[in-house]
C-alpha cells in the first residue's frame, strides 16, 4: 500500500529522528524510513552539548538523556601530562554547564521512544531507489516498490545521502590523510574522570571521555586503523599519545570500530522540496565533538520551518533555514580541522604550539570564548 504523508525523513540517525520528533509534535503527519535494521547504527557520537539540550528541551527528550548520561563539566587540551588549555563549562548561563556523554546509540533509543510516543513509526530495512518532484510534492520509490508521496522529503541518511545525490547537489571539500580508531574501553589510572580530554601528539591526536556504566570513549587519528581495535592496539595509542606520570591501563575493549572522516559541506541544503540536515550536509574532524551536535541544530531548525511552511506559511522560510545554517557549518568545519592540524603537528613546532597555547589558555577570555564555542552557546 502506498503511503501519504506530509514530510517523509530519510534517515533514522539522531539527525532523522530529531527533524520527525519536532515535526510531529507540531502536529505534522511525518513517516521516517531507514536503510538499516534497528539497532544497528554505530555507536560514533557520544558528545552532546549545552545547546542541543537546550534545543531538545520543548520536545520531551532532554530529561531522558539527562538521566541516563554522563555529566563532565571540563574539557581539556593536553600534550601528555601537560595541560595546555583548560575549558570548563560550569559558569555557563545554561540549565546544563556540562557536557553530557552518552553513546549514540543511546541517544537514538530515547528519540525512537519519544518518537513512537508521538505515533510514529520507522520503516526499516527500506531504501529510496528514486525521486521525483513535481510542482505539488514529491513521491519516493522504496525498495519494496511502493511509493510514499510528500510535501517535502528531508535528506538526514549520512554523508553518502542518497537524497542529496537525487537533488543533484555537490558535496564539497576533501579526505583527511589519516583514519580514525573508535572504542569504548574500561580503564584504570593516569585519566582525569571529570574531563573530555584531547591529547596532542606528533603521532595524532586521541581523545579520551567518560562513559556511563565505567567506560571511556577513546578516537584517534592513525594512519591505517584496524577494523576492530583491539586491547594491545588502544593501549599502545594511550602509551605513545596519552599520560606518561601515571599510566593509563587498558582493561577491557567493550566495542570499537574505525572509519574514515571527510571535510565537506553540501553546496546548498535546498533543492526544491528536497532539503538535507546533518552529515548529508557537511561532515568533519570529531575534534571537539560538534558533529552530532550541529546536525541536531540542523534537524531542530528544519523540523520547526516546516511545521511553519506546513501551516501556511511562505515556502522561502526554507530558503531562510538554508541560508542561515551553512555558514554555521562552515564555522564549525573550520573549528574542528584547526583543533585537528594543531593536534598533529609536528615536532618541530611542537614547543612553540605549546607555549602560544599555554599561554591563551590563561587568559579568562581565551577560555569563555572556547566554552561558549564548544558547548554551541555560541548559536543561540
Known sequence: MDIATEVLVVGAGPVGLTAAVVTAQRGRAVTVVDAQAEGANTSRAAVVHSRTLELLEPYGVTSRL?????RVPTFTVRDRDRLLVRVPF????TPYPYTLMLSQADTEAHLRARLKELGVEVLRPRTVTAVAEDPSGVTATLDDRRHVRAAYLVGADGMRSTVREHAGIAFEGG?????FALADVRLRGGVPAEEVILYFSPAGLVVVAPLPGDMYRIV???EEA???PDLAF???LLDERGPRAERAVVEEVVWGSRFRVHHRIAATYRSGRLLLAGDAAHVHSPAGGQGM???IEDAVTLG???ARVLDGGSPDLLDAYADARRPVAEEVVGLASRLTRLATAGRAVRPLRNAVMGLAGRLPRVRRALSWQLSGLSRR
Open 66 to 70: 539527562v538521566a541516563h548520561g554522563t
Open 90 to 93: 560550569g559558569d555557563l548561563p
Open 175 to 179: 579526505t583527511y590523510a589519516e583514519s
Open 220 to 222: 584517534a587519528t592513525v
Open 226 to 228: 584496524p577494523r576492530e
Open 234 to 236: 588502544v593501549q599502545a
Open 293 to 295: 551536535n550541529l546536525g
Open 304 to 306: 520547526e520551518t516546516l
